[in-house]
T-cell receptor
Framework: GIQVEQSPPDLILQEGANSTLRCNFS?????LQWFHQNPWGQLINLFYIPSGTKQNGRLSATTVATERYSLLYISSSQTTDSGVYFC??????????FGAGTRLTVKP | ETGVTQSPTHLIKTRGQQVTLRCSSQ?????VSWYQQALGQGPQFIFQYYREEENGRGNFPPRFSGLQFPNYSSELNVNALELDDSALYLC?????????????FGEGSWLTVV
């Protein structure tokens, strides 16, 4: 199956700082998504981004499908951005593989 | 709000017992997937159901089984519970099609096996 590697594993920021999270895939994927998991376990879908660039407020994501990686940008971070960020991808439309996540802590 | 609901939210079972977890999918979605998330790890794919049939399975033993009903609700059954089955179990619904399969998660069921 596809291997998903996320970096960095942990990230501590001061409120207002910017950050970039990275996700590498061992094989090409045709469905790539970024999620945010809050402290209560809820996974929230941030982006569906198999290729290209998308933006949603302070968050944006870019996927370079030919090089099998995706980036999540967080600008002007807020304490509510804290949590674990996961990327996930699937090749065959029925087996979505997750990375181990990036744990983000934003300090006031 | 993702439109996906799971029950129960928390439960405690004894080793060797059986458990059934339930999920109600988002309206209009035709796939439902189940994931196991151990503490400090990413979700691990258990299986997916599409049109009431299993449509892909991860590396989980047969004692993990499921059902999908015509109204796209779903159950995850785990028999002969082991201590290592303690985890957050997540249900995700999606819709296959030309636009890919964006999935939406429920809030999960926290299972503790003692």
């Amino acid at each position: 199956g596809i291997q998903v590697e996320q970096s960095p594993p942990d990230l501590i920021l001061q409120e207002g700082a910017n950050s970039t999270l990275r996700c590498n895939f061992s094989d090409s994927v045709n469905n790539l998504q970024w999620f945010h998991q809050n402290p209560w376990g809820q996974l929230i879908n941030l982006f569906y981004i198999p290729s290209g660039t998308k933006q949603n407020g302070r968050l944006s994501a870019t996927t370079v499908a030919t090089e099998r990686y995706s980036l999540l940008y967080i600008s002007s971070s807020q304490t509510t951005d804290s949590g674990v960020y996961f990327c996930a991808g699937e090749k065959n439309n029925n087996d979505m593989r997750f990375g181990a996540g990036t744990r983000l802590t934003v300090k006031p | 709000e993702t439109g996906v609901t799971q029950s129960p939210t928390h439960l405690i079972k004894t080793r060797g017992q059986q458990v059934t977890l339930r999920c109600s999918s988002q309206s209009g979605h035709n796939t439902v997937s189940w994931y196991q998330q151990a503490l400090g790890q990413g979700p691990q794919f258990i299986f997916q159901y599409y049109r009431e049939e299993e449509n892909g399975r991860g590396n989980f033993p047969p004692r993990f089984s499921g059902l999908q009903f015509p109204n796209y609700s779903s159950e995850l059954n785990v028999n002969a519970l082991e201590l290592d089955d303690s985890a957050l179990y997540l249900c995700a619904s999606g819709k296959t099609g030309a636009g890919g399969n964006t999935i939406y998660f429920g809030e999960g069921s926290w299972l503790t096996v003692v």
